[in-house]
């Protein structure tokens, strides 16, 4: 557990440290509740990948991408996890005025605990995937607002695997 937890650890700090100059950098402060109805509170970190992955003739459907790394507080649980995760987020339109975009990643996380008891769930491991889909609004000055449904899992590495849920609230503004 020690060795996944440094892993995730040298991972977060890599990804920061060896990020493209001109990437564009984010804060998000995030407020959810778990499928056990525990609050869960997240400060995240987000470096964009630099430059569009893929953009339609006209420009106005971009997918872009970004690492996601984060530090989640679980409530009720007296639990936290940190977490690493390549986020691609495809926009829809351009200009003046808020633009749609919807979200997906899947990385990893490392739980403190790994039963919940208040949610009624054992996690089986330490080391969770952590699989997120998303939609918000984007802003002129760069900040964001959205809405991410997460589920964690060990992927049936180790039993039980029964997993966690948690919808969130989130706001993103650029660093």
Known sequence: ??????????????????????????????????????????????????????????????????????????????????????????RFGQGAGPIPFIEAGIGAAVFSETEFKEADRDLGSAFQFEDLIGAGLRFDSGTQAGIRLYHYSNAGLKEPNQGINKVALYYRMAI
């Open 1 to 90: 557990m020690k060795k996944c937890r440094l892993w995730l650890g040298s991972a977060i700090l890599g990804a920061m440290a060896f990020q493209p100059a001109l990437a564009e950098r984010g804060l998000t402060a995030e407020l959810g509740q778990t499928s056990g109805s525990d609050m869960v509170y997240r400060l995240g970190m987000q470096f964009d990948f630099g430059k569009p992955i893929w953009q339609s003739d006209s420009g106005s459907v971009q997918l872009e991408g970004y690492w996601d790394a984060g530090i989640t507080r679980w409530g009720g649980e007296n639990a936290t996890s940190a977490s690493i995760t390549p986020i691609f987020q495809m």
